[in-house]
């Protein structure tokens, strides 16, 4: 069984960074589409970035693009999201996905396996 677990949250002020990692048991991540979606208090989960199972192919939400960066090393079964440039409104809890779709995917009821999500707090 695949089980996911995301690190590297926490609380910076705006126009810092912070790198969040997901490590993966059990099968190899290079079966799987894996993706970052958060859900902010109040909000319904809302999709960041996707990688492609070879991570040649990478999709991200409009308010991120520019300033985050997912990418994923299958050796070590991990995938990161790089977020520099942080605003308030990227405050959330951020998830890490696993999709054994064929296709790069950003619809979260595609994924089928969910770390337990990491709080990033920025504050302006």
């Known amino acids: 069984q695949l089980q996911l677990v995301e690190s590297g949250g926490g609380l910076v002020q705006t126009g810092d960074t912070l790198r969040l990692s997901c490590a993966a048991s059990?099968?190899?991540?290079?079966?799987?589409?894996m993706g970052w979606f958060r859900q902010a208090p109040g909000k319904m989960r809302e999709f960041v970035a996707a990688?492609?199972?070879?991570?040649?192919?990478?999709y991200y939400a409009d308010s991120v693009t520019g300033r985050f960066t997912t990418s994923r090393d299958n050796d070590k079964n991990t995938v990161s999201l790089q977020m520099n440039s942080l605003k308030a409104e990227d405050t959330a809890v951020y998830y890490c996905?696993?999709?054994?779709?064929?296709?790069?995917?950003?619809?979260?009821?595609?994924?089928?396996?969910w770390g337990q999500g990491t709080q990033v707090t920025v504050s302006s």
């Open positions: 996905a696993a999709s054994p779709s064929l296709r790069t995917t950003i619809y979260s009821t595609e994924y089928a396996w």
């Open positions: 059990g099968p190899t991540l290079s079966n799987y589409v």
């Open positions: 990688i492609s199972r070879s991570g040649g192919i990478t």
